[in-house]
């Protein structure tokens, strides 16, 4: 029996959050040696934060399954000089492509005590750049790299550092912990 059935891992910038890549890009398996863990969502190659992986199917359900609704809170770092307004318009919504989306918070912060990313984000001498946290309930495909896109501030850093209970705590981008979760536990963290 396993002693465990969660593990949160900050995958790092320029990692596939899958097992395999037949271009040999880095993947999963260079930061998870278990096995018959999977993810139990998907975090773009560009982004960095929490992943988390597990081998129980009603886990990885409880918090994958749309109608669960699992908050998923990021740091993200625009282009341009974004304001509170900005984001009442974010949590307001904004049209897609794939739909309307809106976020169930959002508000400007100050710079995250983080890990320098490698390499390091772009910078523009004339333009600013600005910090919000952000937090969706949905997972769609780059959501809120869109989302923000979609007012004209473009993404440049996107960290996300908790879902639902779990959060990043001290993990450093490769790092991870291991520990156990019950389904009831991710339901009532919603």
Known sequence: MRKFNLIA??????????????????????????KYFYPTGRLDYDSEGLLLLTCDGHIQSAFSHPENKI???YWVQ?????TEENCERLMSGVNLS???ASAVKCCRIEDPDIWQRNPSVRTRKNIPTSWIEIIISEGRNRQVRRMTAN????TLRLIRYRIGPISLLTLQPGE?????????EVRNAS
């Open 9 to 34: 891992l900050n995958k790092p910038f320029r990692v596939l959050s899958q097992f395999t890549d037949k271009d040999n890009r880095p993947t999963l398996s260079e930061y998870v040696e278990e």
């Open 71 to 73: 908050n998923k809170y």
């Open 78 to 82: 625009v282009e341009g000089d974004i």
């Open 98 to 100: 794939d739909g309307f």
């Open 151 to 154: 007012l004209g501030f473009p």
């Open 176 to 184: 991870s912990r291991r520990g156990i979760i019950t389904k009831k």
